[in-house]
């Protein structure tokens, strides 16, 4: 809450009060808690056993302010007030008084956890405050990092050394991205690990080197200047860059002091592999640049922007003609990673950039879990969810490649690339509910509208989102509660046990009533409503029109999501995904989570005007993701960081 806890101003200017009054409490907290909380806990009524008509504002006591804090995360959340309440407020009222909460509770001392950086919370940023003009003026505030190098770039690093796992292996996605800040610590087994490998690489390198060592002796130059011109080629190929004098002289005497004790090659080894474990090597570095006293900014050096941009686009270390660009003086270094954001971008040869899009769309809708949701074979269908993936993966790339309303074309296409020879698999048809003398063909097959609609209706997205034997339309209204409505949900109590009751007379539906319960609507109504239209498919992705011999309930009713064009009376999941489509909240919902996975973090209020810029971008180039993340990538969030606090300056 730290973040949230620091936008007084902005609160102050969005909703209009200058300041705020002499006691904030009786004239601004007391009123908002008789309008929109009494009705639910007052004296009449406690919803959740919970009282606030008594609440007098005093953090100092240990009971209240333990009330006033859960009351915070509650409004954070959106659980207060209720989806059934009479009355709301707007989003003003309700941060005046999450800041008041906040402040209050700070200077008595109570610690409140700060969710807003960590993974899975960045929606807990308000999305108006992001989208609003005021809010760009703002700088960046995001603080520089140290950052470990991908496991794709570790292994080719120590290519060619026998690696039985990576020890920097990324976790999978399931609703989050991959690689994101704070999610990765470098531990001692890593360490280990790391420094096996290194040996084994090493060893294999130096024993190559040796030969060259030999010829350039019998060419007449002598063993010091072999070897530095071997430990020379090493730096190059793994630092992409030449070592400094000091550097070289100190490796040299690493060399020779472990040639005397072991012989020749091990010195050389030992060499190869201290430039392997050296931090620059297994770290990404952020704000060694120059920095600004007059914003309070750190610019990313030439060499630290090309190292960016290439994990960014690449998930590797910068190459050589990267780096190469990044040095000319002549040119700024924002104009420079534009080129060559385009530059990577249209690489037909070496489409990795193009890949790493993909790779962007995999997480986001979180797919590739559909191969890790066991499926019973059942008669009359082969179920192989890596065909379903794959398919999907190919209409992705077609919208990438067209780059034309990529987000809306994903929602809304009804053509589907069904590539049913792919792998093994021959009852792919089925899971589309396609004819089983279907025949294949490399073009898109145009499904009618009131069958399929985009990616949310996919069976590979369906499969991913539900369980091993049934549906799960609470997996699916948070996807679309968190990814496109912007929205959050609070964790999961640790004392509810959260399962539905088993009943083989039932419909899923019918054993979701439990989930009406008071204590489990304020969070259920969050999602239920948005995942109950999608059982219009079985948890195989097929279309159907029963379930248990019972016509398929499709409809839904979404009150207060937050955005107004969302709302209201749902028939199909196909009129759900038309409102998801057209609505320019969810657009911009959209474009916050490409820059999470490209920046590795949680956006802040400092990003507004990169954010703004993006999305302004997007839509100035007809939906292009290309546009889109050019812009982000050649932003102010991703030259910048905000200076350390023991360097920034101080007044006397």
Known sequence: MTILRNFLLSMALVSGAESLADDPFEE????????????????????????????????????????????????????????????????????????WIA???????????????????????????????????????????????????????????????NPFVLDKPHGNFRDFKGKYAFNSLMAEQVTELALAHSEKEAK?????????????????????????????????????????EVMMGLLKKVDSELGVPFGL??????????????FRFEGMGASDDDTGLVALSRRELATSLAFA???????????????????????ILRTEIRRMLDDENRPTARNR??????????YQKAEDVFKDQIKGHRHWAPALVYDLNALVMQALNEDKQVLKTLLTTPEYLVHVNSHRDHGNPLAYNLPPDWKPSPKPYEFPKDQRMGILTHPAWLVAHSGNFDNDPIMRGHWIRYKLLGGSVPDIPITVDAKLPEDE????????????????????????????????????GRFRFLELDKPVDVTSKIVNSGVPEIDGEIRSPFELIERLANSTHCEQVFVRYVFRFFMGRNETLGDAKTLQEAHQAYVDNDGSMEALVLSLLSSDSFLYRAKPVSLAKVAP
């Open 208 to 248: 190559n080197a040796r030969k060259a060592i030999v010829m350039m002796k019998e060419k007449g130059s002598t063993i010091d200047e072999a070897n530095r011109e071997a430990i020379k080629r090493h730096c190059h190929n793994v630092l992409r860059r030449t070592p400094t004098e000091e550097e070289m």
């Open 28 to 99: 601004r907290i007391r009123p908002f808690l008789q309008t929109y909380c009494i009705a639910c806990h007052g004296e009449e009524t406690q919803k959740g056993k919970i009282r606030l008509d008594h609440l007098r504002g005093d953090m100092e006591d240990r009971k209240e302010a333990e009330l006033w804090a859960r009351s915070l995360e509650a409004i954070e959340f959106g659980e207060m007030p209720s989806d059934k309440a009479d009355k709301f407020p707007t989003k003003a009222q309700a941060r005046l008084v999450q800041d």
């Open 505 to 540: 007379n039932m419909t899923l539906r019918e054993r979701m009533r439990v989930t009406q319960a008071e204590e489990c609507y304020k969070c259920h109504s969050k999602m239920n409503p948005l995942g109950l239209p999608f059982e219009q498919f079985d948890h195989f």
């Open 103 to 165: 402040q209050s509770l700070d200077r008595a001392g109570r610690k409140v956890e700060d969710k807003a950086g960590k993974e899975g919370y960045g929606n807990l940023i308000p999305h108006d405050l992001l989208f609003s003009p005021a809010e760009s003026k703002r700088v960046v505030n995001a603080a520089a990092r140290l950052w470990r190098i991908s496991p794709k770039a570790l292994a080719d690093i120590v290519r060619g050394a026998r690696m039985v796992s």
């Open 313 to 335: 686009l690449t998930d590797l270390a910068p190459d050589g003609n990267l780096l190469r660009a990044f040095q000319n003086q002549d040119l700024p270094p924002r104009e």
């Open 269 to 282: 080894q030992a060499v190869y592999a201290s430039i392997i474990l050296r931090p620059e090597t297994l």
């Open 357 to 366: 899009l993909l790779q962007f769309f995999q997480e986001y809708f979180d």
